[in-house]
């Protein structure tokens, strides 16, 4: 009884601290990092082994946490680190060579063409999700929405709320191999019997895909009602602001000189990784071919035809090569998500070890076949709307979840796709309804308007996909 106190008690402490540095918007990596290395600790107290598997100690309680670490960094860079850090790097080389903004440019260009202002709502929403492939951060393609897209909407007729509604949902839920959360659960999911092999092109193309496209769809469906909704509620228009006060001219895509074979080609770049691995998965399909293109191979192919077009375009110049430096520099800058992904395998370690994990195992169990097979997923739902509602951080929880959704699914008796496609889905669409979100507080700020007001825009979408996702993902898994 004594030692099920001290594992429950230590547990809820540590999920305590790490859900206040969550809301408190504090570096969480280090608070993940601290609380494992003190359950470990705890769990050496205890009498009970460190909780990995062949782990070989240094012969110092003091120091085998430490170990621990440097067991999970090995492993991280290893595998999931290793597609986070080359993706990274291909994202910052894009930027330096000018591709994502061509991207960008082509892609928002013919909205100007639509003469309905309503249909331009679910039109851009699909856009701006389909952007999110080549600019992932929520915040830095709200930026660039805000700078470029949002002056069209508001001369097309927008309401200033309607278009800052759309830009703030811009980056949610679009499946791609290229996501750092996708990579992470399918490495994960890769280590159960059942998805053994598991790349992270058959967990997007073969799950996530099934669930998040018809999801996308509905929610832009409701956006298109809500908003059309809202407007005619609306009965003042103080928060409008002007086109003009959004456009300096300082971030104009339109500005973009070259010719159409130049804009063709660059505005493919950024998203020929993912055109290589749909070929490539296309390509299994219809022939059964083996040949099988990984996001690490797709991602230096394309790296590769990126130099060469830099080198035809600069005509040989040194630059070409020297922006090539980017590259490497944006794997260093992607090397948080990789920590982060670390700590909290450390901290899961720290739960493990003290034996919380076989605990809820054994409570899981009870759930299995009575029917109530989706308490769980609901569970962890909740629990993700919650954190990301008070944090503003769609993913943190998500991560920390990673390596106990094979574990929580195997003992209610689930798949683990009915843990891991809810909760991610849940984190990045709750989001944009936080109003202390990173993207609503871009978004409100620039177009002059209060957070709760975007919110009061983006929450029945977003929730209404929330229900849609869940109510689907339960059927399908």
């Not at 993940?32 to 003190?38: A, Q, R």
């Not at 994502?100 to 679910?122: A, C, G």
């Not at 996708?182 to 159960?192: D, G, Q, T």
């Not at 493990?352 to 076989?358: E, H, M, T």
């Amino acid at each position: 009884m004594a030692l099920d106190f001290i594992m429950y008690a230590s547990a809820i402490v540590s999920v305590i601290v790490v859900i206040y540095m969550l809301i408190k918007k504090m570096d969480i990596k280090i608070t993940l990092f601290l609380m494992g290395i003190l359950l470990i600790l705890i769990s050496l107290a205890m009498g009970k082994d460190i909780a990995i598997k062949d782990f070989e100690s240094t012969g110092s309680f003091l120091l085998d946490p430490l170990q621990v670490i440097v067991a999970q960094f090995k492993d991280t860079l290893g595998a999931a680190g290793f597609i986070i850090l080359m993706l990274g790097g291909y994202t910052a080389y894009m930027s330096a060579i000018g591709a994502n903004d061509v991207t960008v440019n082509v892609l928002t260009k013919p909205i100007s063409k639509f003469k309905s202002v309503y249909i331009l709502v679910p039109v851009v929403f699909l856009l701006g999700n389909l952007l999110s492939l080549v600019i992932p951060s929520a915040s830095n393609l709200a930026i660039i929405l805000l700078a470029t897209l949002y002056p069209v909407l508001r001369k097309a007729g927008m309401s200033a709320l309607s278009a800052a509604a759309v830009i703030a949902t811009s980056a949610t839920i679009v499946p791609t191999p290229l996501g750092s959360d996708n990579v992470a659960i399918a490495e994960e999911l890769a280590k159960h019997p059942e998805f053994a092999g598991l790349t992270v092109s058959d967990y997007v193309f073969n799950y996530h895909a099934i669930v998040s496209i018809p999801t996308l769809i509905f929610i832009a469906i409701i956006h298109y009602f809500w908003q059309k909704r809202m407007d005619k509620k609306s009965l003042s228009n103080t928060n409008e602001a002007t086109a003009e006060e959004i456009s300096d001219g300082k971030n104009d895509l339109s500005k973009i000189e070259g010719g159409k074979l130049f804009k063709t080609v660059y505005a493919i770049l950024p998203i020929f990784p993912i055109i290589l691995l749909l070929v490539s998965y296309g390509i299994q399909i219809s022939t059964g071919a083996t040949i099988q293109i990984t996001v690490e191979i797709a991602t230096i192919v394309s790296l590769i035809l990126a130099i060469i077009c830099e080198l035809i375009r600069h005509r040989g110049d040194n630059k070409a090569l020297k922006d090539t430096e980017s590259f490497f520099k944006g794997m260093g800058g992607a090397i948080p998500i990789v920590a982060l992904l670390v700590a909290v395998s450390v901290y899961v370690t720290g739960l493990k070890s003290i034996g919380l994990i076989d605990a809820l195992q054994s409570a899981m169990e009870g759930i299995h076949g009575q029917g109530l097979d989706f308490v769980l997923p609901l569970i962890l739902v909740a629990l993700t709307i919650l954190i990301v509602l008070l944090s503003g951080s769609g993913i943190a929880l998500f991560f920390a979840m990673v390596p106990l959704v094979v574990p929580l699914a195997d003992a209610a008796g689930i798949s683990p796709i009915a843990l891991s496609i809810p909760m991610g889905l849940a984190g990045n669409l709750m989001r944009a309804v936080s109003p202390v979100a990173a993207v609503v507080l871009i978004v409100a700020g620039t177009t002059k308007a209060q957070p709760l007001e975007i919110v009061k825009r983006t929450s029945i979408p977003m929730i209404a996909g929330i229900v849609f996702m869940f109510i689907l993902s339960m059927i399908l898994y």
